[in-house]
């Protein structure tokens, strides 16, 4: 596997603004892709270091804290969202079920659950994506919240029609007279490193392409927890890809209470001049990095979290974008019908006297 | 060493029937008693739903709708098993069908709204015809793709099941639908969540062109359930009493022992596909007769109803007369009535507009602003 690392994102950084101003603009034209990235260990949100014994000290420094990786986030959000459920409002009930769920989940995100709710509100499904996608919408569609887990995001494939010609236009189709906005489907996503190419997809474009669904990739532990309470009261059905980078690597306290962040709007996390940075999920953490190291180079990134990719916060990506002049969009997926590619044109297309350098992204691919 | 055999020819199943091809009741055969005026309704309703078929394909063929699919051959199972349920079972349908919302209390111009996609279509006049949809009565809106619904059924069912509610959910398709992952899939996950849904499959013969010789190996569909750990039985779709005694039976052991059944009805489609299916090219058109004349469900209840007194030449007369004037009248009305606005193109794919979608509206209507000429004009913008 290829990998971009901050080093090479950081490399191309230099090499927009070195290039700006001297070959024009033409919107929507992309960079090459670069040559083989260095492999490396990919840069990491707050609280997580390099080395396996010192991430292991903070691990437990981040139990100690309370701090909870995304797995137990995910887990959290799942229970906090079934009791705030049955408190509200008795009759309308959360599901949680999938391949493997009921003793916990191959990344034990649903851990406790079935003792906690009971075995028919937290079970196994038989092994069947297609199968228990369509089971979650019968269930939605009776104005349940349910909470489908798909074992991997390379595995959600075979439900795809129930997803695209059911889940998204459940709404459509009948004139708002039925709905099925309460199901999320979770999906383990992205690369960890020694996945092969069926444990490490990112197929968050396939998804985007469709209007009715809402496709939500969280960078961090209380972010997950935040946007997955969100998604599970969202009134439309969502897509929820957990990056696996961040189940075990990524310690961060999150908040024991009840909260949601919102869909649909992306964040600045770094505030800089000279070039725009997108990306999502575990991406984030590598972009941190290649504004810390284009820092040293005089490059002053401002980097942005989209958060939510369908429907996307255009107005955020636009402002910024008008401010630096220059646009990079990184992810992990593969480059081309990405999603970056959209952002691209679009962001091309509304500001397009206002971007001197080309637009380009890089991948994990 | 004992290998289970295939679908043996000497051992097929057994199909269960309670009216012959006369209408009388098959001597020694078990069925759950039907009054007059259910059975009247039931009649009523098959002869609506024939003069139904007959006008709207007719419109069709004049160009006042776009596409129509009939049940002709196929009446009696949608109505029969909709008389047999209660309003509270949640129906997950195909779109060979509409009986069960006929007799639940559709009603002709509702039909006729959706088919001609005005504004008073409850789906907004974004689906072609035949693709009914209705909240009030428990009917799940149909979408073109095959046996997609029938994995719904079961999360349906398994929620009316959790919420402890006197009801169950049922699912009909076709004989080419049982190929689809997604029935296996539905099938297996309703055995193993004791989901209390009735798979109802209506084995035709046909599905489009291909034949059931060329769809499965195995005797049917009925023979499949067993497989999947669940009851089933085949019964003679063209015999309303089986189809109603069967659901009867059905919907009792679905609820009150929290277990999905399997019902194979065989009958045959004496329509095309649809209106843009013309049969004849692949199949013989006096077998198509044959079935038509010889074998109609519809007449074979009319004589068994004629047999208990309850219904005359005379009262056929009378509603048949009657329904077709219905049928017109709410084509005429349906057909004055002007198209759903511009903007629901896009209302309804989320619970409120995004802002993407938004963007795309404003661009369309600027286009049609700038070209008035090329977009219709009974759509108002």
Known sequence: MVMDSAAAVRRRVRRMKETAGVRGAPAGVRGERSAAGVRAERGAPAGVTGGSKKREERRREGLALRGLCTSSAAAAAVEESKKTQIRVDAANSTYVFGEDVSFGGVFRCTTGLADRFGKHRVFNTPLCEQGLVGFGIGLAAMGNRAIAEIQFADYIFPAFDQIVNEAAKFRYRSGSQFNCGGLTIRAPYGAVGHGGHYHSQSPEAFFCHVPGLKVVIPRSPREAKGLLLACIRDPNPTIFFEPKWLYRLAVEEVPEHDYMLP????????????????????????????????????????????????????????????????????????????????????IAESCFLRVTSFITYSDFS | MAFIPESPEKQKLQCYRVLDDNGQTIIGSEFKEINKEVAIKMYSKMVTLQTMDTIFYEAQ???????????????????????????????????????????????????????????????????????????????????????????????????????KKNACAVTYFGDGGTSEGDFHAAMNFAAVLEAPVIFICRNNGWAISTPTSEQFRSDGIAVRGPAYGMRSIRVDGNDALAIYSTVHAAREMAI??????????????????????????????????????????????????????????????????????????????????????????????????SSNLGEQERLLRETVKRHPKDYPIDVPV
Request: charged share 25%; net charge negative; with cysteine.
């Open chain 2, 256 to 353: 009150n022992e929290r277990r999905p059944i399997l019902i194979e009805t065989l009958t045959y489609r004496v329509g095309h596909h649809s209106t843009s299916d013309d049969s004849t090219k692949y199949r013989p058109a006096d077998e198509i007769e044959h079935w038509r004349k010889a074998r109609d469900p519809v007449t074979r209840f009319r004589k068994w109803v004629e047999k208990n007194g309850w219904w005359d030449d005379e009262d056929e007369s009378v509603l048949r007369n009657d329904v077709r004037k219905k049928v017109l009248n709410a084509i005429q009305v349906a057909e004055k009535v002007e198209k759903p606005p511009l903007s629901e193109l896009f209302t309804d794919v989320y619970d409120h507009p």
């Open chain 2, 61 to 163: 063929r004049q160009g006042r709708i776009s596409f129509y699919v009939t049940s002709m051959g196929e009446e009696v199972i949608s109505i029969a098993s909709a008389a047999a349920l209660s309003m509270d079972d949640v129906i997950f349908p195909q779109y060979r069908e509409p009986g069960v919302l006929l007799w639940r209390g559709f009603t002709l111009q509702e039909f006729t709204n959706q088919l001609f996609g005005n504004k008073y279509d409850y789906g907004k006049g974004r689906q072609m015809p035949i693709h009914y949809g209705s909240n009030k009565l428990n009917y799940v809106t149909i979408s073109s793709t095959i046996a997609t619904q029938i994995p719904h059924a079961v999360g349906a069912a398994y929620s009316l099941k959790m919420d």
């Open chain 1, 263 to 346: 869909l649909s709007q992306a964040e600045v996390i770094r505030q800089g001049t000279d070039i725009t940075l997108i990306a999502w999920g575990a991406q984030l953490a590598v972009m941190e990095q290649a504004c810390v190291e284009a820092e040293k180079d005089g490059i002053s990134c401002e980097l942005i979290d989209l958060k939510t990719l369908i429907p996307w916060d255009k107005e955020t990506v636009e402002a910024s974008v008008r401010k630096t002049g220059k646009l990079l969009v990184s992810h992990e997926a593969p480059i081309t019908g990405g999603f970056g590619a959209e952002i691209c044109a679009s």
